[in-house]
Nanobody, 124 residues
Framework: QVQLVESGGGLVQPGGSLRLSCAAS????????MGWFRQVPGKEREFVAA????????SYADSVKGRFTISRDNAKSTVYLQMNSLKPDDTAVYYC?????????????????WGQGTQVTVSS
């Protein structure tokens, strides 16, 4: 098991940027694939981005491609989500998650460690 704590959320104007961080406890962070998801009230949790154990492979939802970048620093046991050109539709609670499958996945059910979430609000 790994404990995850997100930070970096907040209120930003459309077109602005935010960087989310997710710090993991324990010494096994590099054995997990990491993902970012988001959820708005009344809707299912949706995939945003994922990165492999080494950071060498990444995957993005079509809605964020070219605007968001996922990265990780295994020495710091932290995964990041750089969000640029933010839109009001990006408003949600953002969660990081970890899984140990052999492939990157986009289904929330395949992640078995979750953080508590951080609110991102994009509004003028």
């Amino acid at each position: 098991q790994v404990q995850l704590v997100e930070s970096g959320g907040g209120l930003v104007q459309p077109g602005g940027s935010l960087r989310l961080s997710c710090a993991a406890s324990g010494r096994t962070f590099s054995t997990y694939n990491m993902g970012w998801f988001r959820q708005v009230p009344g809707k299912e949790r949706e995939f945003v981005a994922a990165t492999s154990r080494s950071g060498g492979t990444t995957s993005y939802a079509d809605s964020v491609k070219g605007r968001f970048t996922i990265s990780r620093d295994n020495a710091k046991s932290t995964v990041y989500l750089q969000m640029n050109s933010l839109k009001p539709d990006d408003t949600a609670v953002y969660y990081c998650a970890a899984q140990r499958l052999f492939i990157l996945t986009e289904r929330p059910s395949e992640y078995d460690n979750w953080g508590q979430g951080t609110q991102v609000t994009v509004s003028s």
